[in-house]
Nanobody, 122 residues
Framework: QVQLMESGGGLVQPGGSLRVSCAAS????????LGWFRQAQGKEREFVAG????????SYVDSVKGRFTISRDNAKNTVYLQMRSLKAEDTAVYYC????WGGGYDGNYDYWGQGTQVTVSS
């Protein structure tokens, strides 16, 4: 049974930093492209960042380029999203997702976590 479990969300002030993590189990992690998505209250879910199964390619939505960094640690079956210079508009529930042989782009993902809340507020 595949499970993705996010952690690390919380309350942070504007301009601050936060790292969210997603631990995976029940799959051969190195075969999976991984993505981070977010959904703000009253809005549709959007792709934030992705990393290819090979780890050699990443992609980001324009609004987070230069501020967010996605990375993976295959030894720990974990994907990270480092967020810097956070803004109020980054407030959302953040979800990780996985798709086999994925290139780290927006698209259809097979497995999803339950999400972790990130709130940017003073």
């Amino acid at each position: 049974q595949v499970q993705l479990m996010e952690s690390g969300g919380g309350l942070v002030q504007p301009g601050g930093s936060l790292r969210v993590s997603c631990a995976a189990s029940g799959l051969t992690f190195s075969r999976y492209g991984l993505g981070w998505f977010r959904q703000a209250q009253g809005k549709e879910r959007e792709f934030v960042a992705g990393i290819a199964y090979s780890g050699t390619s990443t992609s980001y939505v324009d609004s987070v380029k230069g501020r967010f960094t996605i990375s993976r640690d295959n030894a720990k079956n974990t994907v990270y999203l480092q967020m810097r210079s956070l803004k109020a508009e980054d407030t959302a529930v953040y979800y990780c997702a996985a798709v086999q042989w994925g290139g780290g782009y927006d698209g259809n993902y097979d497995y999803w976590g339950q999400g972790t809340q990130v709130t940017v507020s003073s």
